[in-house]
């Protein structure tokens, strides 16, 4: 039986949207967005980027609005954030945080310029209460050069070959 994947995203200016649309067909998985509860119109432009950055820098936890998919029928739930100051975009992390009890299986990708993937992945994995069946950054150089699409093509073989794993694991038992 095929295992069920549901990739989650939050994305600011379009960027993870696209990466995380693209790992959704890739894996044949269903996806959604991370809606924040105040209008996503005051992430944009420069006033939002200085808000966000604020609210990055001062770890001021983002209000999210609840899932339209449910999470704990699924075997891995892929979730995707923007690095914002060299940690993971907020609206992610709470995201993480209120779904961690429903979440069996996670895997974590970030997009980033160039910096802050390492600290970023962390704190989702810190956030998700458990260790990554895999992880993905993704650079605006990886964009501009057209390495994306082998990175996100590993993660998503490593993410396909662990759940296989466990799922071979399970029988056994
Ligand atoms: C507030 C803010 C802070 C950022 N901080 C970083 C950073 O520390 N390191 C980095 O490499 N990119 C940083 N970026 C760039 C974004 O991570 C990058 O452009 C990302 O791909 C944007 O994703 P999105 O289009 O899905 O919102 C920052 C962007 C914003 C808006």
Redesign the pocket.
């Known amino acids: 039986m095929q295992c069920r994947i549901l990739v989650v995203?939050?994305?600011?200016?379009?960027?993870?949207?696209?990466?995380a649309e693209m790992l959704a067909s890739e894996l044949g998985a269903d996806i959604e967005a991370i809606r924040e509860r105040r209008a996503a119109e005051m992430?944009l432009g420069a006033r939002g980027?200085?808000r966000?950055?604020i609210d990055?820098l001062r770890h001021r936890p983002a209000d999210v609005l609840p899932p339209l998919h449910d999470v704990s029928a699924y075997d891995a739930i892929v979730v995707g954030a923007?690095?914002?100051?060299?940690?993971a975009?907020p609206p992610a992390l709470a995201w993480l945080k209120a779904q961690r009890a429903q979440i069996r299986h996670v895997a974590l990708f970030?997009?980033?310029?160039?910096?802050?993937?390492r600290p970023a992945l962390e704190q989702m994995a810190k956030a998700a209460g458990k260790a990554p069946l895999a992880v993905c950054a993704?650079?605006?150089r990886d964009l501009h050069r057209h390495t994306d699409g082998t990175k996100r093509q590993g993660f998503g073989q490593k993410l396909r070959r662990r759940l296989a794993k466990l799922r071979e694991a399970e029988w056994v038992m």
């Open positions: 995203y939050y994305s600011r200016s379009g960027t993870t949207r696209q990466i992430r980027y200085v966000s950055l990055a923007p690095v914002w100051a060299r940690g975009a970030c997009s980033l310029g160039a910096r802050g993937s993704i650079t605006a």
